[in-house]
């Protein structure tokens, strides 16, 4: 009797567990055997669109990340970043995949149908950086009927302007340690994980070396006071990173993202 209790309960639970990775997924399932890891903490301030874009300027534009929860309403925008309608619309669009490593030296082109259907894969732990490909950015103009559906996070950066990148991934992949000018990047589907160093203090890390197995073989056995600044950002949520500031990406699950860059006029 007990064991028909106890079979009944792991059936329960995988139902339980199935129906939380698949609701409102949008055709983004993330298989749960494909989570290799959970949500780390967050160390970095967590507000609300009530910022100022004075206070913006004052205490964040400059000087330090923070992730933002909800700031607008992109509700068709995440309609439309569905994995059936991407297929549909812009199925044979060619995008732009680069390694996933600190330098993304190989492009390949491929149709995004090709990419959603045969790389988007879960990121194997054995395989590097340099040898795996990834969706994320070089957007042509062919993506401004789906850019204009999206409301960026408020807060603006004066003598600079804006620009989109777009991307969708499996989950344990992501990008290692790298810096580029300010901007935010936001979660259309999935979660994903960030590890941020200030300017001045430079990651110990391989180029070659996937965030994932940075995560796993190295991050550990940080002392203290190398740990980075990080958080795990969800649908809705967007997070901001100042100029040159490192960071590395990992994507726990199959995940839909937007970048908002700033750049100099």
């Known amino acids: 009797m007990i064991s028909i209790y106890r079979l009944f309960y792991t059936l329960l639970l995988l139902l339980l567990t199935s129906s939380i990775y698949?609701?409102?997924?949008?055709?983004?399932?993330?298989?749960?055997?494909?989570?290799?890891?959970?949500?780390?903490?967050?160390?970095?301030?967590?507000?609300?669109?009530s910022l100022t874009q004075h206070n913006f300027l004052t205490y964040f534009a400059y000087k330090k990340p923070f992730q933002i929860q909800h700031h607008a309403d992109n509700t068709q925008f995440r309609k439309a970043c569905s994995k059936d309608n991407l297929?549909?619309?812009?199925?044979?669009?060619?995008?732009?995949?680069?390694?996933?490593?600190?330098?993304?030296?190989?492009?390949?082109?491929?149709?995004?149908?090709?990419?959603?259907?045969?790389?988007?894969?879960p990121q194997d732990l054995k395989t590097p950086g340099n040898e795996t490909l990834y969706w994320f950015g070089e957007n042509s103009h062919e993506w401004d009927s789906l850019f204009k559906k999206y409301t960026p996070p408020p807060y603006k950066i004066p003598e600079m302007i804006e620009a989109y990148s777009f991307g969708a991934a499996a989950?344990?992949?992501?990008?290692?340690?790298?810096?580029?000018?300010?901007?935010?990047?936001?979660?259309?589907?999935?979660?994903?994980?960030?590890?941020?160093?200030?300017?001045?203090?430079?990651?110990?890390?391989?180029?070659?070396?996937?965030?994932?197995?940075?995560?796993?073989?190295?991050?550990?056995?940080?002392?203290?006071?190398?740990?980075?600044?990080?958080?795990?950002?969800?649908?809705?949520?967007?997070?901001?990173?100042?100029?040159?500031?490192?960071?590395?990406?990992?994507?726990?699950?199959?995940?839909v993202f937007i970048s908002t860059f700033h750049a100099h006029k």
């Open 171 to 255: 989950a344990g992949t992501g990008v290692p340690f790298h810096f580029h000018g300010p901007g935010y990047a936001e979660m259309i589907y999935g979660r994903k994980r960030w590890f941020l160093y200030p300017p001045d203090k430079i990651p110990d890390f391989h180029p070659n070396q996937t965030t994932l197995q940075w995560l796993i073989q190295h991050y550990p056995s940080l002392k203290p006071e190398d740990r980075p600044f990080e958080c795990t950002i969800s649908p809705g949520q967007a997070i901001y990173f100042p100029d040159r500031w490192w960071h590395a990406t990992l994507n726990i699950d199959n995940s």
């Open 87 to 121: 297929l549909q619309t812009y199925g044979d669009k060619i995008v732009r995949l680069s390694t996933a490593n600190t330098y993304s030296y190989k492009k390949v082109d491929v149709p995004l149908r090709k990419y959603l259907t045969e790389y988007m894969q």
């Open 22 to 49: 698949s609701s409102d997924n949008s055709g983004w399932y993330t298989d749960p055997a494909s989570i290799l890891v959970q949500p780390g903490p967050c160390n970095i301030d967590i507000i609300n669109n």
